[in-house]
């Protein structure tokens, strides 16, 4: 039996090219076979020879879908001539056609027919149940344990990873396409019969009964799957053969493929700057080490992507010559959008709004309106009344758009205090009997194209970077797409219109992980810096992610830092340390305003850069990568040579709490903390935060192991804390992180010896709600030095 053959064992229990078949299928490692009823009843990794079924639940080749109702099916036939398997659902009178093809590396299923065709809604293939529960791959469809991965990939945007969740097709989760359980894991995909029209709850269920128009042709029929297994160590190796085999997206950067090229994971800097600052700001890209300067809002509009004429004067020329300098200088040069999101000033909106704009649904006038009238009385209220998801108030009626306060609650249906030409369009007078379009919106004051007009959003997108040669594009608001009512159908056409027409090599993110995606994606980022100091905004969230990058093969990111005017080395270091100890890039977001005002922006850039060549060389072994995961240490880098740093870890006492309380005339105020150092001796360094609402801690003084007293010069105003260094100076910052002021002590601080030490700390507390004290203890714990890997 060769490796790659295709196998039959068939029962001949009818006549004609259709027989009753119990079908082996063997493709390179993976061996399937299915029963007489459309059912698996293995799946077999060849090399050593393991059934990987479940067997404690069903696993139908493929489900159709009518209304409500999933069907099973009961046979299966084969036909030899054309290598089709033919599933029949007598409930429904149903059948499928599922052509097999056979490749080196992997099995292709493809839905080449299917009944009743009209009344189908959509088709699922599987679920497919495995007893592999150690990696889970929900994005990407692949389920992997120590020796061997098993997996299904999409092979085209009309097959969706997952169990058809909803009538709209599309999931909020990171991905469905495998699922978790105690027992095992499964493997699912589906497609939507589109090629009618359709009523969905858009927008995750916010949208309700949408009106979806059908796309012509695009039926179940094609929806295309591919099945393999192969060793763990090779998944990786085997989807990008297969993604060559079967026409796939398979980006490349100078002639290899992203996947595994030395830009996988790589950190890079967003900004907001014009053509008059882009050599200054590819000087601080280059400083960090980053490999891309990424442009965080440099549009006037979006849906035409008209640039700013404040940043770039020059328009698309002066665009074109800042990626040329980006280019001349080994960096990417990326612009930012949200995907499909229409601003109000664009074209598609003023002065004349496109007939092709997005409506969650729509009414008719009552009776004509001229175009001075405030009040338009529509035949019912369903798509008008709605708060959630009606951001704008706005309808449209022929070439004009009219916002409105709200509908009445009974008849007649009133939209009240009408603003007539609202964003620019022309007042005119309609007829009774005129459609009335409730425009599909969003909180951030926009507009979305229907599913046609998104394909041109896209190819405008595509013509504005082969026009410039940008390199770099987030497909950021992803969701978007979801305002087509077409579900994640449409994210993944709108990424792949994309993808098709640019010409030239990009990398590409996303604000969402969609399983054809993957093949597109270049990484995924998630972590906005907006909410706190780098250690605040979003940590957890940031770490939790790094568990669904290692089980879809996604290069590990941490998101996106704010680099601002007060930022320290401390702060940045921290956040870098987190970055090595999970092998992780990230964003830095990083002004030009800011970056020319924080005084230590040469540090921090210089820290930048070369905490990324450690990390990227790989000198950090197993150990100090566990220890650099540890948020409660801290860490710093220094440069010995080429390839060799010296790294210091900081350990820290327990978080001490000082509140005010009220004791007896004469009784002490003061607070004891006691705590054991580990580290070597070295001067007191210390953190002190006030914690609270309102109010101000002040006389703050401190004695250390009942000899050294020593009162701080500072008060300390509700969010705000100070830290020292071991150094007399005291930095203060306020309640945002940003560096307040620098007060020098009158003394040296006390050196602390290995051992148990004491601390009293005194102070006042003021305001009606007083804050709270708090104070930790930190010392230089562990010095060594770290080498990496020689760089290509």
């Given at each position: 039996m060769k490796k790659g053959a295709l196998l039959f064992c068939i029962l001949l229990l009818l006549t004609g090219p259709f027989v009753m078949a119990q079908v082996n299928l063997q493709a390179g490692e993976l061996a399937l076979k299915l029963d007489e009823k459309g059912f698996l009843t293995a799946i077999t990794h060849l090399p050593n020879q393991q059934n990987y079924l479940a067997t404690d639940t069903i696993a139908p080749l493929l489900q159709l879908v009518v209304g409500d109702k999933k069907y099973l099916p009961a046979k299966a036939t084969w036909n030899k001539a054309s290598q089709t398997i033919r599933v029949s659902y007598p409930d429904i009178k149903g059948q499928a056609d599922i052509k097999v093809s056979i490749r080196s590396t992997h099995l292709v299923l493809e839905l080449v027919r299917a009944e009743p065709k009209q009344l189908l809604d959509a088709v699922i293939w599987g679920p497919f149940p495995t007893t592999i529960t150690k990696l889970v791959g929900e994005v990407i469809g692949v389920v992997r344990d120590d020796q061997v991965a098993i997996g299904i990939q999409v092979l085209n945007p009309k097959t969706l990873g997952g169990n058809y969740p909803n009538k709209e097709g599309a999931t909020w989760e990171r991905g469905i396409a495998a699922s978790k359980y105690t027992w095992g894991s499964t493997m699912q995909a589906y497609s939507i019969n589109r090629d009618k029209n359709r009523t969905v709850d858009a927008w995750g269920g916010v949208q309700k009964n949408m009106l979806v128009q059908a796309v012509k042709g695009e039926s179940v029929n094609g929806s295309k799957l591919a099945f393999f297994s192969c060793a763990e160590p090779a998944t990786l190796d085997r989807l990008g053969a297969i993604e060559l085999a079967e026409g796939l997206p398979h980006p490349t950067i100078n002639g290899v493929w992203f996947k595994k090229s030395p830009y996988f994971g790589k950190s890079y800097l967003i900004s907001s700057f014009g053509e008059k600052d882009v050599d200054e700001m590819i000087a601080y890209t280059k400083r960090a080490g980053l490999i891309s300067l990424y442009h965080e809002g440099p549009f006037s509009s979006w849906g035409h992507f008209e640039l700013d004429n404040t940043m770039f004067p020059n328009g698309r020329k002066g665009l074109k010559e800042s990626v040329a300098k980006a280019k001349a200088a080994g960096l990417f040069f990326g612009v930012h959008t949200l995907t499909n999101f229409i601003t109000t000033s664009d074209t598609y909106v003023t002065p004349v709004p496109d007939d092709r704009l997005s409506v969650t649904g729509s009414s008719v006038l009552v009776s004509p309106i001229d175009a001075s009238e405030k009040e338009v009385v529509v035949r019912s209220p369903e798509y008008f009344s709605a708060e959630q998801g009606n951001e704008l108030h706005t309808v449209k009626i022929g070439k004009e758009l009219i916002r409105y306060r709200a509908v009445t609650k009974e008849a007649p249906y009133r939209l009240l205090d009408c603003q007539r030409g609202a964003f620019g369009t022309k007042p005119t007078a309609h007829a009774a009997g005129s459609v009335v379009g409730k425009l599909f919106d969003h909180g951030y004051k926009v507009f979305f194209p229907d599913f046609n007009m998104q394909r041109e959003v896209a190819s405008n997108i595509a013509q504005l970077m082969n026009e410039t040669s940008v390199n770099h594009l987030d497909f950021d608001g992803h969701e978007g797409?979801?305002?087509?009512?077409?579900?994640?159908?449409?994210?993944?056409?709108?990424?792949?219109?994309?993808?098709?027409?640019?010409?030239?090599?990009?990398?590409?993110?996303?604000?969402?992980?969609?399983?054809?995606?993957?093949?597109?994606?270049?990484?995924?980022?998630?972590?906005?810096?907006?909410?706190?100091?780098?250690?605040?905004?979003?940590?957890?969230?940031?770490?939790?992610?790094?568990?669904l990058f290692h089980r879809n093969l996604m290069p590990p990111m941490l998101g996106w830092y704010l680099l601002t005017a007060s930022t320290t080395l401390p702060e940045m270091e921290w956040m870098l340390a987190r970055a090595a100890g999970y092998g992780a890039g990230f964003a830095m977001v990083a002004r030009p305003d800011a970056l020319r005002k924080n005084p230590r922006s040469g540090l921090l850039l210089d820290a930048i850069r070369e905490w990324e060549a450690a990390r990227n060389s790989g000198a950090f072994n197993a150990d100090q990568q566990a220890r650099l995961k540890n948020t409660q240490l801290a860490f710093h880098l220094d440069k010995i040579a080429d390839g060799k740093w010296k790294l210091f870890q900081y350990e820290q006492s327990p978080l001490f709490k000082r509140e005010h309380f009220i004791r007896q005339p004469g009784e002490p105020t003061h607070s004891l903390f006691e705590f054991s150092q580990q580290w070597k001796e070295q001067p007191l360094q210390f953190r002190m935060n006030a914690e609270g609402k309102e109010g101000k801690i002040r006389k703050i003084s401190l004695q250390v192991d009942d000899y050294y007293e020593i009162s701080l010069p500072v008060e300390l105003l509700a969010g705000e804390s100070l830290v020292t260094e071991g150094k007399r100076q005291v930095q203060v910052y306020d309640a945002k992180g940003n560096h307040r002021q620098t007060r020098t002590l009158d003394r040296d601080l006390p050196v602390m010896v290995p051992g148990k030490h004491k601390i009293t700390v005194d102070c006042q507390f003021d305001g009606d709600e007083k804050p709270i004290l708090y104070f930790q203890v930190s010392g230089l714990s562990k010095e060594e030095t770290v080498t990496g890997a020689p760089s290509r």
């Open positions: 797409a979801l305002a087509s009512g077409q579900g994640d159908y449409a994210l993944e056409i709108f990424a792949k219109d994309v993808y098709d027409q640019v010409k030239h090599d990009f990398i590409a993110g996303t604000s969402l992980s969609k399983t054809f995606y993957w093949h597109i994606g270049s990484y995924y980022n998630w972590g906005e810096p907006w909410y706190g100091g780098f250690k605040e905004s979003m940590q957890q969230y940031r770490i939790d992610n790094q568990g």
